[in-house]
Every structure is written in C-alpha cells, then in structure tokens.
T-cell receptor, first 108, second 112 residues
Framework: EDQVTQSPEALRLQEGESSSLNCSYTVSGLRGLFWYRQDPGKGPEFLFTLYSAGEEKEKERLKATLTKKESFLHITAPKPEDSATYLCAVQTGNQFYFGTGTSLTVIP | KAGVTQTPRYLIKTRGQQVTLSCSPISGHRSVSWYQQTPGQGLQFLFEYFSETQRNKGNFPGRFSGRQFSNSRSEMNVSTLELGDSALYLC???????????FGPGTRLTVT
C-alpha cells in the first residue's frame, strides 16, 4: 500500500536553531516528491519538486533533499515567519499522496 | 498572474442537503484536482479533471462528483451530506497531469 509518513508531527524551534523535517514513503513507481507549506486557513503553497535520489533544491532558508526512501526538508536559521505546517506529497501513477504534515513553530 | 480561486470560501449546510463548490484554475492550466482536508486524515485525493474528462479518482463514495468546463473551471458536488463531510475542500491546478500543483484557498464546509 502506498504510504507517506512525516515526522515529527510538531516541532518547536528557537529562532536561529536549524533542524530537519522528514518525509518517508513506501510507494511503487515514484514519479516525484513535492514539498508544500500551509499557513492556517490557507491552501498549501508549492515549495519544491524532487524527481530522483540525490537531488537537492534550495530556496532561502529551506533545502530539500531526496533519497530512495525519504526526503528531508532542512531549515537553516529559521525565523518566526517560517512557522507553518509543512506537507510532503508523492506522486505515483497519476495520483498524489500527502503526508499529514509537520507543524513548525519558530519562537522569537 | 491570478492564482487559483475557489467559491464560496465558507459554507454551512444541513445533513442530507447537497452542495456545489467551484474552482477557477490559473490561466493556462488545464488540470484541476480536488482534495478533502481534515485534521485526522490530512489531504485526501478526490479526483482530477483534464480537458473536461475525469482522469483519476480517489477512494470516495459516489456522493462526491465533479465536472470540468471547456474554460477549465471545475465544480465539485456532494450529495446527501453527512456530518463527516465537514472539511476544507481544496482545489489545485496544474499545467497538465503529473505536474506541480498550485492550490486555492479552499472552501470550508460545515455540515450540521
């Protein structure tokens, strides 16, 4: 069964304290892995797409990496405005499967 | 470039009623997908439309249906509403199938 698991469920960081969020998946035929950010009351905002193991992408304080079984979203020196829920999704066949997200709180 | 828009933003319905939600994709995007988001289940895929045809369907009962018009706008219909249908319904558009998706703000449906 195709499955996407994100950990931790919640993470509290001090401003400037770097950390990583994990997305592990068991799917057959991965076509792509996507990271989104979701603020309360809003739809998910697209961040990155990764297609193959070893691929990395960066945007400001965020860096996403992909291995054969998991992806990491590294947050370097986070700021309070980085507080949000981060979702990962995998595409297999013609469907997207989402994890339940990691709720990140960055404390000033 | 305007983003994905969804109407209405909030809706309160009574059990047994039906509801229609609307989604206008980003200009030029031909694929529209619908998702249900609840605190316990996260985002669950409902269905995807491309060029007015349903391409993919998730594991939801037949009470959930949709359609897409020639201008790529899409509607989703839920008949015989149940309390468990209360959720945030999200629409996402993409250039084509199997491409990165851009989400709208969602419609918050409450069934009483």
């Amino acid at each position: 069964e195709d499955q996407v698991t994100q950990s931790p469920e919640a993470l509290r960081l001090q401003e400037g304290e770097s950390s990583s969020l994990n997305c592990s998946y068991t799917v057959s035929g991965l076509r792509g892995l996507f990271w989104y950010r979701q603020d309360p009351g809003k739809g998910p905002e697209f961040l990155f797409t990764l297609y193959s193991a070893g691929e990395e992408k960066e945007k400001e304080r965020l860096k996403a990496t992909l291995t054969k079984k998991e992806s990491f979203l590294h947050i370097t020196a986070p700021k309070p405005e980085d507080s949000a829920t981060y979702l990962c999704a995998v595409q297999t066949g013609n469907q997207f499967y989402f994890g339940t997200g990691t709720s990140l709180t960055v404390i000033p | 470039k305007a983003g994905v828009t969804q109407t209405p933003r909030y809706l309160i319905k009574t059990r047994g009623q039906q509801v229609t939600l609307s989604c206008s994709p980003i200009s030029g995007h031909r694929s529209v997908s619908w998702y249900q988001q609840t605190p316990g289940q996260g985002l669950q895929f409902l269905f995807e439309y491309f060029s007015e045809t349903q391409r993919n369907k998730g594991n939801f009962p037949g009470r959930f249906s949709g359609r897409q018009f020639s201008n790529s706008r899409s509607e989703m219909n839920v008949s015989t509403l149940e309390l468990g249908d209360s959720a945030l319904y999200l629409c996402a558009s993409s250039l084509t199938t199997n491409w990165e998706q851009y989400f709208g703000p969602g419609t918050r449906l409450t069934v009483t």
